[in-house]
């Protein structure tokens, strides 16, 4: 059994590295629908619909291209546009494993503290699911 360790993670806006970032978390949720009818004891539900967020933190490099990429989409005038992100588990040396998911940046953060480094982080709500993610190099 071969174990991932979180150094070797990465996440990518498109195809560009996001530089300084220090985690990254995909958190796939579902709506349970209740169908208890009027007189049973115990309540019943079913499936519903999914829900897939991205978040991630890191420190600020405002000109990093996928940082930068980011900054410049949620900042613009026009629509946000959608975003693609990558999740990686494993990307140093062999095969690149993970997930990968577009939609739009429904948050992000900067933050500054005088005795460290300025903080960076975001949200990403992906539309239609996430899908497994290798390649051979």
């Not at 978040?55 to 975003?83: H, I, P, R, Y």
């Not at 480094?117 to 993610?133: D, E, K, P, R």
């Amino acid at each position: 059994m071969s174990v991932e360790k979180g150094v070797d993670g990465s996440i990518l806006i498109g195809t560009d590295k996001m530089a300084h970032i220090k985690s990254w978390e995909w958190s796939p949720a579902g709506d349970a629908l209740e169908t208890t009818c009027f007189g049973e004891k115990d309540r019943t539900s079913v499936p519903g619909l999914r829900s897939h967020a991205v978040t991630f933190a890191g420190d600020l490099e405002s000109t990093g291209v996928a940082q930068k990429a980011l900054l410049d989409n949620f900042k613009s005038t026009a629509e946000n546009t959608a975003a693609t992100v990558i999740l990686l588990t494993n990307s140093t040396t062999g095969s690149k494993k993970g997930w990968t998911g577009s939609g739009p940046i429904t948050g992000l953060a900067i933050g500054n503290a005088a005795e460290g480094l300025v903080a960076f982080s975001g949200t990403i709500q992906i539309s239609g699911g996430m899908s497994t993610y290798t390649t051979s190099t």
